[in-house]
């Protein structure tokens, strides 16, 4: 059975950072990516890593987020530093080259100003 388990998100201030990660089971990890979903807005892609190691990210996030992976972990982690209050939402992980999988719960990062 696939699950996905995203953990780590908590109110903060404005500039401090955060380490989100995320635990699969059930497959093993294909090409993953973060994404996130503010109120009222559609879910986004914010970041990629492959099997290979390597990343990509959208533009706002460039040079503060960096995503990882240990796939004997089956864990993908992503770190997040300077963070702004338009980086508040519930972030979920999930595969990037194939149909998702059902998605995990998420966890939610609230940036106040």
């Known amino acids: 059975q696939v699950q996905l388990v995203e953990s780590g998100g908590r109110p903060v201030e404005a500039g401090e950072s955060l380490k989100l990660t995320c635990v699969a089971s059930?497959?093993?990890?294909?090409?993953m990516g973060w994404f996130r979903q503010a109120p009222g807005k559609q879910r986004e892609f914010v970041a990629g890593i492959n099997q290979i190691g390597s990343t990509t990210y959208i533009d706002s996030v460039k040079g503060r987020f960096t995503i990882s992976r240990d796939s004997n972990k089956a864990t993908v982690w992503l770190e997040m530093n300077d963070l702004r209050p338009e980086d508040t939402a519930v972030y979920y992980c999930n595969r990037t080259n194939e149909v998702f999988f059902p998605w995990g719960q998420g966890t939610q990062v609230t940036v106040f100003s």
């Open positions: 059930g497959f093993s990890l294909n090409d």
